[in-house]
């Protein structure tokens, strides 16, 4: 259990924050989506609640180290004191002469912001005395981006080694669900993966064997699997160099109990498109200039009596190509199947998570991640850098 600001006397000090304000903006910088703003707010409020100096930082976009107006955090200082209803100051840069003199003034229950930390490369080089400089403006570390808590750059672990350091709220959440489902999983345990390839998710899937009671592969990955039991797969997309991994795969599942789930009959498109005629087809009798592009109906009510029954559920891909509407019925129904299961539901960020909230059920999962990348190293039982660099309680 890591420690979170609770666990520690922030009165009076300055408190450095590494936040997720990594945003979608339109052409014009204006924020298409707020949620990472609004999901900042209990960690800063509580701050500001118990009189410290909060000092804010994130990255934004990809400007390589280089000072890029457009990548500027002031839309985000813009809405964020709308959000806090108080007034945020931004300082026009990460350890210059602006953040210094606006930092070392600062009252109890002020709030200062940091110009993007990736207008400095030294940030991703996670450059030890970029870090300490970073940290010198601050008393106290809280690490609440689970989004970059993959990365060991300064703002994400590498000034913890200058201050105590803890975990904000957001990032305790993450901890909890991620973790506790999948360390202390309330069973039946099903996992769901999905996605285009098997080679991103190997890691992956071997480790989620050692912990699930039933895995249910879905998406373009399955036909990996499906032609290495010696099905014929048509056009669908295949790792012909994964196919021994896959069968050592399925071995592993045989051997540790775990039931492995792979779609009985699937929806087959005559061409990678939106337009694509399409039909459904057993999963063995895939026609050979046909592609699979979503599970079927048999397969999703397979699905469905192992989920109903589950009491954790995790769920990582989305079951085909969702994004042509035609062929999003396999992940829509998944998540409506989740969303009335009664069992603890985890979703990965990313794709899974896009697919939730365009059906609007993401209110009914337990819980979102907030981060793809993060979320699924965490699924491969990798140590996250940002994570291992706070104090344990
Ligand atoms: P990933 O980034 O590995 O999670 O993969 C997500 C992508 O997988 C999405 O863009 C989907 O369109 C794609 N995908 C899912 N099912 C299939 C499929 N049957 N054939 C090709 N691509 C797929």
């Known amino acids: 259990m890591k ?49 410290a100096k909060t000092i804010l930082c994130s990255h934004l976009g990809r400007p390589k180290g280089e000072v890029n107006p457009k990548y500027s955090l002031k839309p985000v200082q813009e809405e964020l004191s709308k959000e806090l209803g108080k007034d945020v100051k931004l300082a026009n840069d990460i350890i210059g002469e602006s953040a210094k003199t606006l930092t070392s003034n600062m009252k109890d229950g002020e709030v200062v912001l940091l110009e993007n930390v990736r207008f400095d490369k030294r940030e991703e080089e996670n450059d030890r005395e970029f870090s300490k400089e970073l940290a010198s403006l601050a008393e106290i570390y809280v690490n609440d981006a689970f989004g970059t808590a993959h990365r060991a750059h300064s703002s994400t672990a590498g000034v913890s080694e200058f201050l105590p350091s803890v975990s904000g709220f957001l990032i305790e959440k993450e901890l ?93 498109g005559s061409e990678f498109s939106e337009t694509a005629e ?82 609007g059920l993401a209110d009914k999962m337990t819980h979102i991640s907030t981060g793809g990348g993060a979320s699924l190293e965490f699924l491969e039982g990798k140590v996250l850098p940002g994570i291992d660099c706070l104090e344990d309680k």
Request: with cysteine; glycine share 8%.
């Open 176 to 268: 909890k669900f991620l973790g506790d489902s999948l360390n202390n999983p309330e069973r039946p345990f099903v996992a769901i993966l999905g996605g285009k390839k098997v080679s991103d998710k190997i890691t992956v899937i071997n480790n989620l064997l050692e912990k699930v009671d039933t895995l249910i592969i879905g998406g373009g990955m399955a036909y990996t699997f499906l032609k290495a039991q010696g099905m014929n797969i048509g056009k669908s997309v295949c790792e012909e160099d994964k196919l021994d991994l896959a069968k050592e795969l399925l071995k592993k599942a045989e051997s540790k109990n775990v039931k492995l789930l792979l779609p009985v009959d699937v929806v087959v």
């Open 3 to 51: 420690k979170t600001i609770r666990d520690i006397d922030v009165s009076g000090k300055k408190v450095l924050v590494r936040c997720d304000f990594n945003v979608p903006q339109d052409e014009n910088g204006n924020i298409t989506d707020t949620r990472r703003i609004v999901g900042a707010v209990p960690t800063i409020k509580y701050l500001i609640e118990h009189n």
């Open 278 to 359: 399409s039909k459904v087809v057993k999963a063995s009798e895939i026609p050979d200039d046909w592609m699979g592009m979503d599970i079927g109906p048999e397969t999703v009510e397979e699905f469905k009596k192992v989920l109903e029954n589950a009491k954790t559920v995790m769920w990582n891909g989305p079951m085909g190509v969702f994004e042509f509407e035609k062929f999003a019925c396999g992940t829509n129904e998944v998540a409506k199947i989740l969303a009335s299961a009664n069992a603890t539901t985890v979703i990965g960020g990313g794709d899974s998570a896009a697919a939730v909230e365009k059906v």
